[in-house]
């Protein structure tokens, strides 16, 4: 089947779905599906005839907007298959997986929530993989470090037989942008802290709501889609103990800007932190580890020694370290930025390539 045969939703075009917009433009005709639906939270772009849509196009404002089972029907009845690509971080976009896919509609995402969320929503996915007698695939390699190859490698070492004892390392681009900036292992630290979480806003790499960058959720979503990858039935990311760098007084904060307005008044707690690495030689970042031996999750604050691969990270990126019986006492390791719209596009573009490959 041409791609052109292929159709694609695209549901969510924001930093991330404009990276992957512009990405997806400059692929082959021959890897490039016919966009027929796109939208924003309160826009949509289609016509009942299927015909191709462009970004350019997107209305200012739309009446009626197609529900998600609306959705759902309208993709099944394209003239040829269909993919949807996620890149909202939208929680009953995720509940709809399994529903796209029972009907044949392949899914591609950034979205954590699907993954991270209840374990009978985890099962319904791929047992629609499974079941599905129409192909349909569900990729999501940039939900942890972004356009980094860590599901496909972890999925890699399982399907290989290979045994992984432990996962660990820094899985946020915000909070390793954070810490390299702000607490700097050579000490030339420049900031502070409300202004850094600024910055890390400005560049896209926070979630569209940054408080959940800060109260550890978003690492805690990245541990439970690793665990569960890895063999352990992990509840969900409340399961496990998760630190959370939002000062009390500002938990019941109402929106994100206010929390941001506010957030200068709470430079010090971090400030402390940092002093108290400093006192021990050492500096302050924000980890996480899974145990699969023991089945423990765990995420928070750590104090590094100065000279170790995670005290030295730069920018944005991500480490993550593969322990596993075959690669012994040295882990795979895997570096680089684990945030920002093109590189999360780029794993999504690359998930997309897969599917049309596979259903062409
Ligand atoms: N930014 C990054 O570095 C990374 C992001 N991700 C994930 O990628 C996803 C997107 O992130 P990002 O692009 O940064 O976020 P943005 O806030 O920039 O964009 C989110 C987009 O989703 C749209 N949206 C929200 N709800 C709906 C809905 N119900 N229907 C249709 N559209 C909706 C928003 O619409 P509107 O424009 O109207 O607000 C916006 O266009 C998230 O799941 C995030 O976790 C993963 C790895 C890295
Ligand atoms: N907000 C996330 C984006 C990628 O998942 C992060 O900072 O890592
Ligand atoms: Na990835």
Redesign the pocket.
């Known amino acids: 089947m041409p791609a052109s045969k292929l159709y694609l939703a695209v549901?969510?075009?924001?930093?991330?779905?404009t990276a992957f917009l512009s990405q997806l433009a400059s692929l082959p005709s021959s890897l490039r599906p016919t966009l027929i639906f796109l939208?924003?939270?309160?826009?949509q772009l289609y016509t009942s005839s299927y015909d191709p849509v462009s970004a350019s196009d997107l209305p200012s404002s739309s009446s009626k907007l197609l529900s998600l089972p609306e959705l759902t029907t309208y993709l099944s009845s394209a003239p040829g298959k269909a993919i949807l690509v996620d890149?909202?971080?939208?929680q009953?976009?995720a509940n709809s997986y399994p529903s796209f896919l029972r009907q044949g509609i392949s899914v591609v995402t950034?979205?954590?929530k699907a993954f991270s969320g209840s374990l009978q929503l985890w099962t319904d996915i791929f047992d629609a993989v499974d079941s599905s007698d129409c192909q349909a695939m569900v990729y999501h390699e940039?939900?942890v470090g972004?356009g980094l190859p860590v599901i496909s490698t972890l999925k890699d070492l399982v399907a290989t037989g290979d045994q992984v004892t432990r996962i660990e390392g820094v899985f946020s681009?915000t909070m390793s942008f954070l810490f390299n900036s702000f607490a700097p292992a050579d000490g030339t630290g420049k900031g502070k802290w409300s202004q850094i979480v600024a910055q890390a806003k400005e560049a896209?790499?926070t979630?569209?709501d940054p408080r959940d960058d800060l109260n550890g959720m978003d690492v805690a979503r990245k541990l439970t889609i690793l665990a569960r990858l890895a063999g352990l039935k992990v509840q969900g990311p409340d399961s496990f103990p998760v630190q959370s760098l939002i000062p009390k007084e500002l938990e019941t904060a109402k929106s994100s800007d206010e929390f941001m307005q506010r957030l200068p008044e709470f430079d010090s707690e971090m400030e402390g932190y940092k002093d108290e690495a400093a006192k021990a030689g050492k500096v302050v970042r924000y980890v996480g580890s899974v145990d699969v031996a023991a089945g423990k999750v765990k995420v928070g604050l750590e104090m590094v020694e100065k000279g170790t691969p995670i005290a030295s990270l730069r920018g944005s990126d991500n480490l993550i370290c593969f322990y596993t019986k075959r690669y012994g006492a040295n882990p795979l390791v895997i570096q680089g930025a684990g945030?920002?719209?093109e590189v999360?596009a780029m794993g999504v573009t690359a998930d997309l390539i897969k599917v049309v490959e596979r259903l062409r």
């Open positions: 549901v969510g075009v924001g930093g991330v779905g939208s924003r939270s309160s826009k890149n909202t971080s939208n009953d976009v950034p979205n954590k940039s939900s972004a681009g896209g790499y979630e569209p945030a920002g719209g999360t």
